[in-house]
């Protein structure tokens, strides 16, 4: 069973820049795109950042100017840097890695925590 291992949450405050990384336990053939996702108190999980093994991303506007993902297929690990952290960027950020031919796997997420 793959497991997707989070870290680098915490508290932080605003204005700062936080770097989160993801690794999979063990390599995911075919793995087409990786992610992270996020979930606030009270709303739904949203995309943050997606990337495609050929180096396509998507971002949302409302963020991109300040996310940068990255990631490495052959070590299934991706990476997301938010900076000019605000409050409503506090949230559980998951991330999120996507097989070519169906499936997908979850890590357990990890806080972030913005304080004004």
């Known amino acids: 069973q793959v497991q997707l291992v989070e870290s680098g949450g915490g508290l932080v405050q605003a204005g700062g820049t936080l770097t989160l990384s993801c690794v999979a336990s063990?390599?995911?053939?075919?793995?087409?795109?990786m992610a992270w996702y996020r979930q606030a108190p009270g709303k739904e999980r949203e995309l943050v950042a997606e990337i495609g093994y050929y180096g396509d991303s998507d971002i949302p506007n409302s963020v991109k100017d300040r996310l940068t993902i990255s990631a490495d297929f052959d070590k299934n690990t991706v990476d997301l840097e938010i900076d000019s952290l605000k409050p409503e960027d506090t949230a559980v950020y998951y991330c999120?890695?996507?097989?070519?031919?169906?499936?997908?796997?979850w890590g357990q997420g990890t806080q972030v925590t913005v304080s004004s």
């Open positions: 063990e390599r995911i053939p075919n793995a087409r795109a």
């Open positions: 999120n890695m996507k097989r070519q031919y169906g499936g997908e796997y």
